[in-house]
Every structure is written in C-alpha cells, then in structure tokens.
C-alpha cells in the first residue's frame, strides 16, 4: 500500500461528501444554491422597509430604514472613514485568527497524537477555555496595554479553542486499524500524520477552523468594545453615544458580511484540500 492508496482511504468520508446529492445539485442548477441562499436576507430587507417606511411600527431612532442606513454608508465612504473601520478590523481579524488557529492546530495535534500529552494538559485546557472572553480584557490591558498587541491577543484566545477543540477531538477518534496499518508500512510521527491521520480529520479541521473564525468576529467586537479608537467595533459605540443609529446598524451589517465573506474564502480553501486529500 502507497502514501497515495493510505491517504485516499482516510479520506474516504470526505470523499463521498463531496459526491453528495447538494452537489449534483448545484451542478445542474447553475448559481442555484446562491439564489435559494439569498432569499431569506431579500425577506428580511423587505420586512425591515416594511416596518419602518410603510407601518411606522418603529420610529428612525429606534430602527432606521434601509435608505437611511446606506445613506450614512455613503456619507462615511466619501469621508474615507468607511474603509479605515473595515481595513482595520479585518486586519485584526486575520492576525488574530492567524495565531491562533495556528496554535490551536499545534496544541490540538499534540495531545490528539500523545496519550500523555492529553493526560498531562487536557484539563487545564479545559480550565481555560471555560473561562469567558471579557475576563481576559482587564489582564490584558495590565499586560500589553491598550494597543493593537492586546486586542490581537484577545482575537487569538477566541480562535485557538474551537480549533483545538476539533482537531483534538478528530485526532483521537481517527480509526484505530487505519493507524495500524500505517504502521505495518513503515509510516511513523509526522509521515503518519501527514498520510494517514490529517487525511481522515480534513473535514473536522475544517469545521473547527470555520468555528475558531467565527469566534475570532466575535472577540474583535469585544476588543473593540472597550479599547479602540477605530474599527467596526469602535464605530458601534460611537454611534451608540452619539445617537447615529443608522451608523450603527451600518456597523452591524458590514460585520456581517466581512465575516460571510472571509468564511466563504475558508470555505473555498476547506473544498481545495477535501480534493487534494481526496
């Protein structure tokens, strides 16, 4: 049995995942998935405009219409502060998940592969992770201080734990007899990581890296919550003081479309290795 043969039986799940049904699918509806996809935020645009323009249910400041909010959309790009926020928290976003999805690959690897590693500091892991985000925040600051250094920190924490929660987990319930096989060929540390067991948790690396991403959004608001002088963040809590609701909502919807956008780039990535793998 070769690397290749080893490595296209591990990623045999993968495999049949990616002849699924869905993707027949797709291929005989061209652009079909994203069509069905963008009708429920087509609805939610129409009830938000019903709401505010037609029934009068909510007043400009408790929910602006949509006009409203592109308006100020307009007003902060030829201002060239919409750009600023955007660039630099997603910047922020891709350093901070950047260190720590690597290290929760690494940590993840490492107690997944080695029984006494996983004795020795899964529970303190365990201990940490349980420990909420904003707990953090004034260590940090006392630490680091309130520049970019601690709001990269705090980003990272929030990307390491779903990723090593995944691989961790994959790693250690990868098929045994597989392993086995490896090494009835010779295949041992990282040549049977790289052949045998990477091969069968792709999927489940993927899925953590998707989650530790989301995370990442999540903690870069929270950093910038509390500490910033630009950002989406930022931008949120001065909008909130000073009573720019359409600002504010503008904020909410670039956050979430900046964290669709650079999940559906992982995405991509996530196929690419399913088929390199595969």
Sequence with gaps: MTDTALSSTAAQPADGAARSPERRTRRGLPGGGL???AVVPVLLLALWWLVTEVTGTFTAVQLPPPQAVLTAGIGLFESGDLFEHMGIS????????????????????????SGLADKLLNPTVGAFRAVPSL??????????GIGEDSKVILIAIGAFFPVFTAIHSALR??????VEAGR?????????????QLPAVVPSVFSGLRLGLAQAW???VAAELLAAAEGLGFLLTESQNNGRTDRLLLAIVLLALLGKLTDTLLG??????????A
């Design 135 to 144: 707990a953090w925040v004034p260590l940090l600051l006392l630490w680091v």
């Design 35 to 37: 069509l069905i996809g």
């Design 268 to 277: 991509v990535l996530e196929r690419k290795a399913l088929k390199t793998w």
């Design 173 to 178: 319930h990868v098929d045994a007899q597989l």
């Design 184 to 196: 009835a060929f010779g295949f041992h540390g990282l040549r049977l990581l790289g052949t045998v």
């Design 90 to 113: 997603l910047q922020r976003v891709l350093i901070g998940f950047a260190i720590g999805a690597g290290l929760g690959l690494a940590l993840g690897s490492l107690l997944g592969l």
């Design 218 to 220: 999540l903690f870069l």
